[in-house]
């Protein structure tokens, strides 16, 4: 743990506080991490004050990062880029454990007792699983998908209610579930066929739905959790047809769908377009022409707003959606490589790394004023303690 | 705070930690608070290997008594019967502030950036703001709602986006919006002639529509609040029509409302029965036999079980629906005086209050085996720190 004296600097009026400072307790639900992609580290912020509190060294490539976090908001498990599973305390700012799980990863998820973390893993392919506690691998899972024994790359990997997971094979067009519930010897569901190169799944904040980008086709695939036995229906079919699609500058990420109004809000890949789904026929309701390429298109946790950024060359810009008639009420523009954004669990600020100004902005949700700017280093993904309680993540 | 070594002796293998212990951080994602109604006092508990750590006295009358956390989860404010509003640090089981701000009170709320605590009051009725910190005083609105400056008991007091509070008129028969974006002195929005008796009432959990229980009526009063101008309907009019009614023991709450799968689930007052409302129309799409008059329809939180408990002389009972098909499919007998529930975060555990055998019970909602049964002195509310992060409480 370095304290960022040296950064202090950069911003006036920062606050920084550690756990050797007189108040020895600190409560967890309003903290943060933020990657710092270029360093190898990340900041844990507060939200309550909007400072930083520590920055945490060592956490290998993290070009593709991503968090979860321990049931009790104490620990924070970060997937990095080179296969590494870094486990950080957020009280004392320390990393506590780190393994090189696999060659290169894409991301992971949590148990929903908190006892389990899941890795999807590039190379070698398959899906490694831990002991939260430990960090020891405890179920490996090769995603072999045919005969001569060939294993997938695994993307869209998240959890499910009842100690299960799931996941999509890269290569072998099939999506599986994991089910840890009697035990770590797993019960394997696989459904095949799924589509040409799934590249990104979510699961809905219910856990029901299933939903796969397929970057080889114009649709996704879905599969009803809730409809046994399960089967895979292809929803959003040819949404783009007849049109010429843009290059693809970045992979729109699944991760970020917004759910609000009966609707799903969703980046079209290779289109300056958020799509409008219902949620619950799957079928287009709406499409909104936008500032460039939507990478992300979150939904404020009430639903309201849906926050949207971009791919180059328009990255500098967001753009707010109002649900109700999905109108751009607002263009702000931030400043170049604006990467990923965090709204507060209750919404009433977000937080948005602005990578190419290494710095953090914190905006009102409600008047759209920039409350705070924290420095940072080449920050991309935020992620705070309360994704301890979401399912899906 | 005394430590419950005399509960000790009730259950076998009860671990008790406290912030005196040898590591003295401790996250809060995982706490909870368990109001023991008949003593003033609460349990502070963690659900990760399910314990009680603390026993917090002098909360006062807690016959009636609501909890909401600070936006950090390190503090509770308690809501008691008496008028009572208390501040208790769940890090150190300590009581840190009290204030008799009323001769009685049935609830409050906290404004979305953690600053402000609203208080619902029968005597004298209206509505007070506290500073959340130091508990100060710091708005007073009367609940006057005629020209003869009668004032009216408040309910239904619940929180919305951009640090607004709505609460309903008992005896004037109305909804107000208090508006706290642009200060100490709110814009107050007054809806009349909602219906006879409000008597509870819940915001859904993305904070857009404001649903009143009505005593005097066979219907419910909706507020659609992000249709401007705010207007006032009527929705499951008659839902009871040509039937008998039977005596109510207990008043329905209305907080416990659960919304999955496209639908409000809600307990019939003074029925056995549980009403299904379609989320979008507000019309009824089905109705559940249940074991008795149900008190709590709470649903998981990925919504495809829905929890009932029951009004005396049912109380001993529980009933799970699966959402789905509407299928009752497990009871359960608790045991007598089982007064509320409250699902982890993620929802693979349900705690339980059973009153009369002074024990806290966990289920799992996977196989439903009793994971757990702690001891307790009479609980009713179990409130835990998650909470901090959702709109609507």
Known sequence: MKTLFAAAALGAGLLFASAASSDDLR???DLGLIIERATGTALIVESTDRTVLAQVEGLGNLSHASVVYSRDERYAYVFGRDGGLSKVDMLTGKLVGRVMQAGNSIGGAISDDGKLIAVANYKPGGV???DADTLELISEVPAIYD?????SKTIGLVDLPGRRFAFSLWDGEQTWILDYSKGLKPEVTKLTDIGVFPYDALVTGDGRHYIVGLF???GLAHVDLWKEPLKVERIMDGYGKGEEPLPVY???HLEGWAKANGMFALPAIGRHEVLFMDEREFTEVDRVAVHG???FAMARPDGRQIWVNFAPPHNDTIQVIDIMDRKIIKTLK???GVLHMEFTPRGEEVWMSVRDKNEIHVYDTTDFSLKEVLPA???SGIFFTSRAHQLGL
Do not use: I
Request: aromatic letters at 4%; charged letters at 25%; proline letters at 19%.
């Open 27 to 29: 409560a967890t639900g």
């Open 128 to 130: 490694n699983v831990f």
């Open 147 to 151: 005969e001569e024994g060939n294993q």
């Open 216 to 218: 080889g086709e114009d």
């Open 250 to 252: 970045k992979m729109p």
């Open 293 to 295: 390429q939507p990478v």
């Open 334 to 336: 931030p400043g170049p």
């Open 377 to 379: 280093e080449k920050p």
